[in-house]
C-alpha cells in the first residue's frame, strides 16, 4: 500500500477565506485544513458552508459574510481574527458571474459584478491590512482570471473586475512588501468552480460555442461543465494556494500565477 505523506507547512498559520462554501473556495479551505492551518471560511451562503464543514477535518470555523457589504464584512473581518487569534493569510476567493452580451449588459448587472469581485476584494482586504501587518510573514491571496489578460466572450464586467484584481494585487504588494506582506494574484482558467458549473444557465440564449475554442486547454482534465467544456478540479488550485501561503512561497510576490493548463499558451 502506497504511504500517503501529509505536509504540514501551514501548521499554526492563521487563515480566512472567502467564498469557502463551494468550488475552488471549498477546495483551497480543505486543503489548507489538511497541511495545518487554522481556517476560518466565510460564504454568503449558509449552506454551502455547511457542506464544506462537513467536509472538512477539524480546524475549521466558518459563518456567513456578504463580500459586496461593507458592515457584513468589518464586522466578518473582526469576528474571524478574534476567533484565530489573529490572521496570517487572507484568501478572497468570493467572486459572481453574470454574462451577457455587452450591449444588453444592465448598469445593475455591471455594478453587481463589480461590487462582489473587485469592491469585494478591496472590502475584506482592507478590514484585515491592520492584523495581517502585525503577522511577521502576512500574505494576501486575490482570486484574478484568465479573462484579466485574455478575451473571454460575454463576459466584460468580470472580465474587468479581474483585471481590476490584478492592478490592486500589485498596489498592495509595493506598497506593504518592506512591512513584510505579500500579494499575489491567482488567474485560473479551465478550472471546475461554481461558476463553471452554472455556466449553462448564465449563458446567452444564442450563445456562440465556437468562441470558446479557444478556451480549452491543451492538457488532459477530468472534469466537464455542463457545456461540456474541459476542466481541472479545483484541488488543482487549491495546492497552489497552499504554495503561496506557506514559506514556500516567501520570495512571490507582486505577480500572477496563472493556472489554466496551457490554455492560454
Same mark, same amino acid.
Given at each position: 500500500?502506497?504511504?500517503?505523506?501529509?505536509?504540514?507547512? /501551514?501548521?499554526?498559520?492563521? !487563515? %480566512? &477565506?472567502?467564498? #469557502? +462554501?463551494?468550488?475552488?473556495?471549498?477546495? @483551497?479551505?480543505?486543503?489548507? $485544513?489538511?497541511?495545518?492551518?487554522?481556517?476560518?471560511?466565510?460564504?454568503?451562503?449558509?449552506?454551502?458552508?455547511?457542506?464544506?464543514?462537513?467536509?472538512?477535518?477539524?480546524?475549521?470555523?466558518?459563518?456567513?459574510?456578504?463580500?459586496?457589504?461593507?458592515?457584513?464584512?468589518?464586522?466578518?473581518?473582526?469576528?474571524?481574527?478574534?476567533? /484565530?487569534?489573529?490572521?496570517? !493569510? %487572507? &484568501?478572497?476567493? #468570493? +467572486?459572481?458571474?453574470?454574462?451577457?452580451? @455587452?450591449?444588453?449588459?444592465? $448598469?445593475?448587472?455591471?455594478?453587481?459584478?463589480?461590487?462582489?469581485?473587485?469592491?469585494?476584494?478591496?472590502?475584506?482586504?482592507?478590514?484585515?491590512?491592520?492584523?495581517?501587518?502585525?503577522?511577521?510573514?502576512?500574505?494576501?491571496?486575490?482570486?484574478?482570471?484568465?479573462?484579466?489578460?485574455?478575451?473571454?466572450?460575454?463576459?466584460?464586467?468580470?472580465?474587468?473586475?479581474?483585471?481590476?484584481?490584478?492592478?490592486?494585487?500589485?498596489?498592495?504588494?509595493?506598497?506593504?512588501?518592506?512591512?513584510? $506582506?505579500?500579494?499575489?494574484?491567482?488567474?485560473?482558467?479551465?478550472?471546475?468552480?461554481?461558476?463553471?458549473?452554472?455556466?449553462?444557465?448564465?449563458?446567452?440564449?444564442?450563445?456562440?460555442?465556437?468562441?470558446?475554442?479557444?478556451?480549452?486547454?491543451?492538457?488532459?482534465?477530468?472534469?466537464?461543465?455542463?457545456?461540456?467544456?474541459?476542466?481541472?478540479?479545483?484541488?488543482?488550485?487549491?495546492?497552489?494556494?497552499?504554495?503561496?501561503?506557506?514559506?514556500?512561497?516567501?520570495?512571490?510576490?507582486?505577480?500572477?500565477?496563472?493556472?489554466?493548463?496551457?490554455?492560454?499558451?
Amino acid at each position: 500500500m502506497a504511504t500517503v505523506i501529509v505536509m504540514e507547512r /501551514l501548521r499554526d498559520r492563521r !487563515v %480566512l &477565506v472567502t467564498g #469557502a +462554501g463551494s468550488g475552488i473556495g471549498r477546495a @483551497t479551505t480543505l486543503r489548507l $485544513l489538511e497541511e495545518g492551518a487554522q481556517v476560518v471560511g466565510t460564504d454568503v451562503s449558509a449552506e454551502g458552508l455547511s457542506g464544506t464543514q462537513a467536509a472538512a477535518p477539524p480546524g475549521l470555523t466558518t459563518f456567513t459574510m456578504d463580500v459586496a457589504d461593507e458592515s457584513s464584512v468589518d464586522s466578518g473581518v473582526k469576528a474571524a481574527v478574534v476567533a /484565530l487569534g489573529g490572521l496570517d !493569510v %487572507l &484568501v478572497n476567493a #468570493a +467572486g459572481i458571474l453574470l454574462a451577457s452580451h @455587452t450591449h444588453e449588459t444592465s $448598469l445593475e448587472s455591471w455594478n453587481r459584478v463589480l461590487a462582489v469581485n473587485l469592491t469585494g476584494t478591496f472590502l475584506v482586504t482592507r478590514a484585515a491590512l491592520p492584523a495581517l501587518l502585525e503577522s511577521s510573514a502576512g500574505v494576501v491571496v486575490n482570486f484574478s482570471s484568465t479573462s484579466a489578460s485574455f478575451a473571454h466572450p460575454y463576459m466584460a464586467a468580470y472580465s474587468a473586475s479581474k483585471g481590476g484584481i490584478q492592478a490592486f494585487t500589485h498596489a498592495l504588494a509595493l506598497e506593504y512588501g518592506k512591512r513584510g $506582506l505579500r500579494a499575489v494574484s491567482i488567474a485560473p482558467g479551465s478550472v471546475k468552480s461554481g461558476i463553471t458549473d452554472s455556466a449553462a444557465s448564465w449563458l446567452p440564449s444564442d450563445v456562440d460555442f465556437s468562441l470558446f475554442g479557444r478556451l480549452l486547454p491543451i492538457l488532459p482534465t477530468d472534469h466537464t461543465t455542463e457545456v461540456g467544456n474541459a476542466v481541472a478540479g479545483p484541488e488543482t488550485v487549491a495546492g497552489v494556494v497552499a504554495m503561496l501561503a506557506s514559506e514556500d512561497g516567501k520570495f512571490i510576490t507582486g505577480t500572477e500565477i496563472r493556472i489554466d493548463g496551457g490554455t492560454h499558451t
